[in-house]
């Protein structure tokens, strides 16, 4: 049940899949209680959230089949195209085309993981985390989940051709990996790596939505985020392992198992060397490597201080990512203001 391509998590990143192989077996034990839900209870929707207190009753099965009630991950689809317009400018960005890739995460992503729980509404229906969902309780049918995917396809759409034509193009390479990325966990140990080659694409979009082209700057922003990706993604499927396993579901915490932490040293290292690379072809000042040095601290801390055998903790630092996200964007800033 992970989201599709670099559309976007599901849970609060991109959410664990079932693959064919997994019928047969019955239902997946139950998973730890997400964030929100009732004690007791396994479900990951929320009881109580703001989709219930201030959305209609019709809104909030397309507010969860989106997962607006969970921001992280367009936080970490976001992050990448800010890196690369912030990379590319002379000096301040430009706002619209912040906002406007803004835009285009909220809803690539939405329709990301509507996708998503089209392709595994009948698994999902079998688990006991997942059976509340909008599909599998019947809030709304596939048509009704199609069209609204369609819909948020097209605001997409309308947020690319905006763009200038390098962009445009760049949009377009990418779909490949966007229709492919459900599959993978299906076929290999290593669909974290699927996964960081769809979120990361924003960094050669934004670069080239304000130069016009692209460069090594923006191509070794671009691979070390695909390196932060496998990072931070192989510490959130530490949390769904048991469930994996009885499923069939494959994953980068089930090939790695303990010997995790050396290899998260290792995703984090590549990616704050090749972010230190592309500073060096950009041309950024002191202030950049300050930031960066603040990064590298934080990623350090997390391959550090997580443990992989407790669900509540690789969730946590899962989510720091975010703080990751600013402190390389204020460190990109930072560098071109000065």
């Given at each position: 049940m992970r989201s599709a391509s670099n559309m976007g998590p599901a849970r609060d990143t991109p959410n664990r899949s079932s693959p064919g192989g997994g019928e047969g077996r019955g239902p997946a034990t139950p998973a730890q209680p997400q964030e929100g839900a009732v004690r007791g209870d396994p479900s990951d929707i929320r009881?109580?959230?703001w989709v219930e207190r201030y959305l209609p009753a019709p809104l909030r099965p397309y507010a969860r089949l989106a997962r607006l009630d969970r921001p992280i991950g367009t936080?970490?689809?976001l992050f990448p195209g800010w890196w690369g317009i912030a990379f590319a400018a002379p000096h301040w960005p430009d706002l619209r085309l912040m906002a406007l890739f803004a835009l285009g995460a909220v809803v690539m992503r939405g329709a990301g993981c509507t996708l998503n729980d089209i392709a595994?509404?009948?698994?999902d229906g079998r688990v006991a985390r997942t059976r509340l969902r909008p599909l599998p309780s019947g809030a709304v049918t596939v048509r009704q989940a199609a069209l609204f995917m369609l819909a948020q396809l097209a605001m997409g759409a309308a947020v690319l051709l905006s763009l200038n034509r390098v962009s445009i193009l760049l949009g377009l390479a990418v779909l490949p990996l966007i229709a492919t990325y459900p599959f993978m966990k299906r076929i290999t140990y290593w669909p974290q790596l699927f996964l960081g080659l769809n979120f990361n694409w924003g960094a050669l979009v934004g670069w080239a939505a304000v130069a016009g082209g692209l460069g090594w700057a923006p191509v070794l922003l671009y691979a070390g985020g695909?390196?932060?990706?496998l990072g931070y993604d192989t510490i959130y499927a530490h949390q769904d392992k048991e469930d994996d396993i009885l499923v069939g579901v494959k994953s980068s915490a089930l090939a790695l198992g303990a010997h995790t932490r050396p290899w998260l040293y290792l995703f984090y290292a590549g990616a704050i060397g090749l972010w230190a690379a592309a500073g060096l072809y950009a041309g950024l000042g002191a202030l950049f490597w300050l930031g960066l040095g603040l990064a590298a601290a934080?990623?350090?801390w997390q391959a550090a201080a997580v443990d992989i055998d407790d669900p509540a903790d690789c969730l946590a630092k899962f989510r720091s990512n975010r703080v990751l996200g600013w402190l390389l964007l204020a460190a990109i800033l930072a560098a071109r203001l000065a």
């Open positions: 009881t109580g959230d936080w970490l689809l595994d509404r009948d698994y695909v390196f932060w990706t934080q990623l350090a």
